[in-house]
């Protein structure tokens, strides 16, 4: 359950990609100095054919952000490492989510992480975070059913009408008869396990 990833330049946009598709599996991030969004490129400004735009959208590492609702980040990016808004756009995601987020800016360049790492300051905090292993609140992003699955959510078909899917599913424990709250969008089939630290197996479940 304290098992995190981080990552500079490159890597920092990797460490994002992996986090938000697999994000059950990890602890806490800290894509540093990153890339999360084609949008900023400029070889991809006037993009506007639809295959475009979907492709640009889902290698945007800020487009799977909703997946990170239980993993904190720790993103870091040099004040003369330009744009700051290759980072930015992912903090600003972030705190419009409401999530979990440390945000630091130092006077650098691209090398923000010989400071980050120096010292184990950045060990330090990966490490303080612990995985939910049985979370009552599960939000799945997605536009590829290779990585269809978070926790106990499980997106079968995604609509035809629109290229991403999303599920909010929400366990209400303290209700006499157990409670799951679910929205959705773009998704056309889902499946629910039945997490039995959160359900009896023998009670019976309202589904909303």
């Not at 330009?82 to 630091?104: C, F, M, Q, T």
């Not at 303290?174 to 009896?200: C, F, N, Q, Y």
Request: proline share 6%; aromatic share 8%; hydrophobic share 35%.
């Amino acid at each position: 359950d304290r098992v995190s990833i981080t990552g500079p330049s490159m890597g920092g946009t990797g460490t994002a990609s992996i986090a938000f598709r697999y994000a059950d599996q990890f602890s806490s991030a800290a894509p540093l100095c990153g890339y999360h969004s084609w949008g900023l490129r400029g070889d991809f400004a006037g993009k506007k054919r639809p295959w475009e735009t979907q492709l640009g959208d889902e290698r945007s590492t800020v487009s799977w952000a909703p997946n990170g609702l239980h993993m904190p980040l720790y993103i870091v990016h040099g004040t003369r490492d330009l744009p700051v808004e290759n980072s930015g756009v992912l903090i600003d995601r972030y705190k419009s989510l409401g999530y979990a987020l440390l945000e630091e800016h130092p006077d650098e360049g691209h090398n923000v992480w010989q400071p980050t790492y120096e010292g184990l300051k950045g060990y330090g905090w990966l490490t303080a975070h612990k995985r939910p292993a049985h979370p009552s609140r599960v939000v799945l992003r997605t536009d590829n059913l290779r990585y269809d699955r978070h926790a106990w959510v499980r997106i079968l078909e995604l609509a035809r009408s629109t290229s991403w899917g999303e599920v909010t599913a929400t366990v209400a424990k303290r209700a006499k008869t157990p409670r799951i709250t679910v929205k959705t969008s773009g998704v056309a089939a889902l499946h629910l396990d039945r997490d039995e630290k959160l359900l009896d197996a023998s009670s019976p479940v309202t589904l909303d």
